[in-house]
């Protein structure tokens, strides 16, 4: 119990605790406008006020017809006290720097056309230099020459973030409700299952479902994932496009499935109707209209940062939902085999595959952001921002996007995310599913197995983003996930006498294909329904 308090703590005491960036907000205005645009400046060598009150403002002049490396063609009375505007190129920035400080200019402001890195200079040249020098994009300027259209006062300033920021919160909220959504569900359709055949006690399988219940199966799914992941790194700029198309219709399919299911609990009438011997449903009809148009909104805007990722979290967390209740593990067995082989795939994917990789980046990281994912790049202290529109890059969907509410600076330069993998969500949900079920079998009405499987993979989840924020570098998610859920489950299942139970799962009959349509058990001949029931405690 120690240990839990102190993993929730730990998130706290990081909330106190801010870093400075190297990017910074330009904040321009006259008596009726303003506006902010994205810089990039020496933390190190022109520290800038965190504020935006504390800032000093001054009127801005704009010299971009000079690169500045010299004092030629410059009157010292036009800039002095002011902030300038000059092309970059020719010079150092440091003697730029030095020749605006000469003429009395109080800030410097270097336009670029090309790509904003961070300014540096030898350590000798930091000591002379005291006004504020930052890097913008030319294109900036000019739009705020036609904007403002006149006198332009300015504003530097580099407001600092948390090293927890609240998109964390988000994910983590987006991440627990849907494992517990998707379980739920699960549970339900399982006691909607049994209670539709009478409570005989043997149930069978809805052929909508798909049940892994033999290990080879199980083994051959997880090379199939890795094999497709193999293939999306070398064969990234033709497949993503297959996989964008797959989403799509995937989650248009899981979005109707989802609103389907609470509209029938909601009652609401369905408005049959038929056509030459066919029947139809209007509420059926209508809803599947809406659920592909919101698929299509999603693929024809899928690169606009700004305001697609609400869309795309939100089919993402239809598409899981959907799968944790059409993909069913048969027993606990099943459970190990599978969430201890997606471990390795992910540590390994993650953490040794850099090792082969040219760029040193991971498999996963590279599939999962794309190789040519344009925006901010930081290199150790170090930044770079495309100082021109870039054209964008396809990105796989296959992950929860939220943005760096804190990082108003970096969003700026470029919207900076926070990401999840469906995989973190949909992995640990089987087994949370499976727990449900498990559940509705024992008659659980305080639902033990589920209840805990969701706390489990909760301080999972926690544990995760600690060790994240840390080391300062993503983690394989799975590598928590799996041990908390595997062990909480079966810490449950050995305190209540019922790992036996618990260990050979399910009494269902599975449904072979439509060619052979005998039943084969997936429990020991022999075993029945009233020795499960009574060893139930």
Same mark, same amino acid.
């Given at each position: 119990?120690?240990?839990?308090?102190?993993?929730?703590?730990?998130?706290?005491?990081?909330?106190?605790?801010?870093?400075?960036?190297?990017?910074?907000?330009?904040?321009?205005?006259?008596?009726?406008?303003?506006?902010?645009?994205?810089?990039?400046?020496?933390?190190?060598?022109?520290?800038?006020?965190?504020?935006?009150?504390?800032?000093?403002?001054?009127?801005?002049?704009?010299?971009?017809?000079?690169?500045?490396?010299?004092?030629?063609?410059?009157?010292?009375?036009?800039?002095?006290?002011?902030?300038?505007?000059?092309?970059?190129?020719?010079?150092?920035?440091?003697?730029?720097?030095?020749?605006?400080?000469?003429?009395?200019?109080?800030?410097?402001?270097?336009?670029?056309?090309?790509?904003?890195?961070?300014?540096?200079?030898?350590?000798?040249?930091?000591?002379?230099?005291?006004?504020?020098?930052?890097?913008?994009?030319?294109?900036?300027?000019?739009?705020?020459?036609?904007?403002?259209?006149?006198?332009?006062?300015?504003?530097?300033?580099?407001?600092?973030?948390?090293?927890?920021?609240?998109?964390?919160?988000?994910?983590?909220?987006?991440?627990?409700?849907?494992?517990?959504?998707?379980?739920?569900?699960?549970?339900?359709?399982?006691?909607?299952?049994?209670?539709?055949?009478?409570?005989?006690?043997?149930?069978?399988?809805?052929?909508?479902?798909?049940?892994?219940?033999?290990?080879?199966?199980?083994?051959?799914?997880?090379?199939?994932?890795?094999?497709?992941?193999?293939?999306?790194?070398?064969?990234?700029?033709?497949?993503?496009?297959?996989?964008?198309?797959?989403?799509?219709?995937?989650?248009?399919?899981?979005?109707?499935?989802?609103?389907?299911?609470?509209?029938?609990?909601?009652?609401?009438?369905?408005?049959? %109707? *038929? !056509?030459?011997? =066919?029947?139809?449903?209007?509420?059926?009809?209508? #809803?599947? +209209?809406? /659920?592909?148009?919101?698929? @299509?909104?999603?693929?024809?805007?899928?690169?606009?940062?700004?305001?697609?990722?609400?869309?795309?979290?939100?089919?993402?967390?239809?598409?899981?939902?959907?799968?944790?209740?059409?993909?069913?593990?048969?027993?606990?067995?099943?459970?190990?085999?599978?969430?201890?082989?997606?471990?390795?795939?992910?540590?390994?994917?993650?953490?040794?595959?850099?090792?082969?990789?040219?760029?040193?980046?991971?498999?996963?990281?590279?599939?999962?952001?794309?190789?040519?994912?344009?925006?901010?790049?930081?290199?150790?202290?170090?930044?770079?921002?495309?100082?021109?529109?870039?054209?964008?890059?396809?990105?796989?969907?296959?992950?929860?996007?939220?943005?760096?509410?804190?990082?108003?600076?970096?969003?700026?330069?470029?919207?900076? %995310? *926070? !990401?999840?993998? =469906?995989?973190?969500?949909?992995?640990?949900?089987? #087994?949370? +599913?499976? /727990?449900?079920?498990?559940? @509705?079998?024992?008659?659980?009405?305080?639902?033990?197995?589920?209840?805990?499987?969701?706390?489990?993979?909760?301080?999972?989840?926690?544990?995760?983003?600690?060790?994240?924020?840390?080391?300062?570098?993503?983690?394989?998610?799975?590598?928590?996930?799996?041990?908390?859920?595997?062990?909480?489950?079966?810490?449950?299942?050995?305190?209540?006498?019922?790992?036996?139970?618990?260990?050979?799962?399910?009494?269902?009959?599975?449904?072979?294909?439509?060619?052979?349509?005998?039943?084969?058990?997936?429990?020991?001949?022999?075993?029945?329904?009233?020795?499960?029931?009574?060893?139930?405690?």
């Amino acid at each position: 119990m120690e240990r839990a308090v102190g993993f929730l703590v730990l998130p706290l005491v990081f909330f106190a605790s801010q870093i400075n960036c190297q990017e910074a907000i330009l904040h321009i205005s006259n008596e009726s406008t303003n506006k902010e645009y994205c810089i990039v400046h020496n933390q190190s060598w022109t520290p800038l006020s965190q504020t935006l009150d504390d800032a000093l403002q001054y009127p801005l002049v704009n010299m971009t017809f000079t690169v500045l490396c010299n004092t030629s063609g410059v009157v010292p009375g036009v800039v002095k006290g002011k902030a300038l505007v000059v092309m970059r190129g020719d010079c150092d920035f440091s003697q730029k720097a030095l020749v605006a400080q000469s003429l009395g200019a109080t800030t410097l402001l270097i336009a670029s056309k090309t790509l904003l890195i961070t300014p540096s200079a030898n350590d000798s040249e930091y000591a002379k230099i005291s006004i504020p020098l930052a890097l913008m994009r030319y294109r900036d300027f000019i739009e705020a020459q036609q904007v403002f259209s006149g006198r332009m006062q300015v504003k530097l300033y580099a407001p600092p973030h948390p090293k927890i920021d609240a998109s964390i919160i988000v994910m983590l909220l987006i991440a627990i409700v849907t494992v517990a959504l998707g379980g739920f569900w699960s549970g339900t359709c399982e006691r909607d299952r049994m209670n539709g055949d009478g409570g005989g006690g043997e149930s069978k399988a809805d052929p909508k479902e798909l049940f892994l219940y033999s290990p080879l199966k199980v083994v051959i799914f997880v090379a199939m994932m890795c094999g497709m992941l193999v293939l999306m790194y070398f064969f990234y700029n033709i497949m993503v496009h297959f996989i964008i198309a797959i989403f799509c219709l995937a989650s248009a399919s899981a979005l109707f499935s989802c609103v389907d299911a609470v509209m029938e609990i909601l009652s609401c009438p369905s408005g049959s %109707f *038929s !056509i030459k011997n =066919y029947n139809f449903s209007v509420r059926s009809l209508i #809803l599947a +209209a809406v /659920c592909i148009s919101i698929a @299509v909104v999603w693929g024809v805007y899928r690169n606009e940062d700004r305001w697609i990722w609400i869309l795309q979290d939100f089919l993402g967390v239809a598409f899981c939902l959907n799968f944790m209740k059409t993909i069913s593990l048969s027993n606990f067995k099943i459970c190990v085999i599978l969430l201890s082989l997606l471990l390795v795939y992910d540590v390994f994917f993650v953490f040794i595959t850099p090792f082969f990789t040219k760029n040193g980046v991971s498999i996963m990281v590279q599939v999962a952001l794309g190789p040519d994912a344009s925006g901010e790049k930081t290199h150790g202290n170090m930044v770079e921002v495309p100082a021109e529109p870039q054209a964008p890059s396809e990105k796989l969907p296959v992950v929860m996007r939220v943005p760096r509410f804190s990082a108003w600076a970096q969003n700026l330069c470029g919207m900076q %995310f *926070s !990401i999840l993998g =469906y995989g973190d969500i949909i992995i640990p949900g089987l #087994l949370v +599913a499976y /727990c449900s079920r498990f559940d @509705v079998w024992i008659n659980s009405s305080r639902k033990i197995y589920f209840v805990s499987c969701c706390i489990a993979y909760l301080l999972g989840m926690i544990v995760t983003f600690a060790v994240m924020l840390l080391s300062g570098m993503g983690q394989p998610a799975l590598l928590y996930l799996v041990p908390f859920t595997l062990t909480a489950s079966a810490v449950v299942a050995a305190c209540r006498g019922e790992m036996r139970q618990f260990w050979a799962g399910t009494t269902y009959m599975v449904r072979r294909p439509v060619l052979d349509s005998s039943r084969e058990p997936l429990l020991p001949e022999g075993r029945t329904d009233g020795a499960l029931e009574g060893e139930v405690c």
